[in-house]
């Protein structure tokens, strides 16, 4: 199953398809906790001072490097730079010099990218109660954000999902007598002590790097959506880069790269993410249609 930490590696596998300068790296000789501020590796020609990744999650910042004794010193306030964490590493554990596109960011795009799909992109839960003799309103989860269906199980052997489609959502319900604050009321016609269960639309929620699509209620086909969405929003970050030119060097290569470049990659990756994203709404209406229903009043 595909996993947020493949949509990372899938997008900077494309993003670093676009930039003149491939990240350079080295790795761990030995294992460090969370406070080292010093550290060998297997080699410094690579290293210079200045912004690095530690494992694709955590920013340092070199304050000095030791030619004979391959050790990396980081600046007293160089762990978990930019805001991202601390964290204890493992022998062989990648350091990336300077990262064009840190991972960690390209995470945080993921992220937001999810956050952004709802209501164009849902995600789908159910939950189930048992119908009781003269209730007819029942707590849902606070996640719902609109229901897909309702159906309950009829009696007999064959235990059948009939459909109800009188019914309806209450999402500002009294949170005194529903934790959740919201609810569901049922019409007339299922039977007291069978199982009702309610198939509702949420929003997909951002997770963590090994978080799989679907914990984010997500489809396995949504990976290229998220890909997209976060490439586009790292692309256009890079022509503000070329406006300090470190030497001659990058100047006579910035001279070859027109500016504004990178906002046009970004609006070709944004009308292909927005054509994806049509193409996966279109994917989930097939598989959850409309359903009409009566409101119960």
Do not use: H
């Amino acid at each position: 199953m595909t996993t947020l930490n493949d949509v990372c590696e899938n997008a900077l596998l494309n993003l670093e398809g676009y930039g003149l300068i491939q990240p350079r790296a080295c790795w761990l000789t030995q294992d460090i906790l969370a406070t080292d501020l010093a550290f060998t590796v297997s080699s410094v020609d690579n290293v210079s001072e200045g912004m690095a990744e530690l494992g694709g999650t955590e920013l340092v910042y070199i304050g000095a490097r030791d030619p004979s004794s391959a050790t990396v010193t980081i600046a007293p306030d160089g762990r978990g730079y930019r805001g991202t964490t601390a964290a204890d590493f493992l022998t062989g554990t990648r350091l990336v010099i300077n990262p064009t596109f840190p991972k960690q960011t390209v995470f945080n795009s993921v992220n937001d990218t999810i956050r952004g799909l709802y209501p164009l992109i849902w995600g789908t839960g159910s939950t189930e109660f048992t119908q009781a003799a003269a209730r007819t309103t029942y707590e849902v989860p606070a996640e719902v954000m609109e229901i897909a269906a309702v159906t309950w199980e009829t009696i007999g052997p064959s235990k059948e999902w009939a459909e109800i489609t009188n019914y309806s959502l209450d999402t500002d319900a009294n949170t005194t007598a529903f934790m959740t604050g919201k609810s569901i009321t049922i019409g007339t016609g299922v039977v007291p002590g069978q199982k009702v269960r309610v198939t509702y639309k949420k929003a997909p929620t951002p997770g963590t790097l090994t978080s799989t699509l679907a914990d984010c209620g997500l489809q396995e086909s949504a990976g290229r959506l998220l890909m997209l969405g976060a490439a586009a929003d790292m692309v256009s970050f890079m022509d503000p880069a070329r406006l300090a030119v470190g030497s001659a060097e990058m100047d006579a290569i910035d001279q070859t790269v027109q500016a504004g470049m990178a906002v046009q990659v970004a609006s070709l990756l944004t009308k292909r993410y927005q054509e994806e994203l049509v193409e996966e709404r279109r994917r989930l209406l097939k598989q959850t249609p409309p359903r009409i229903k009566q409101i119960r009043r």
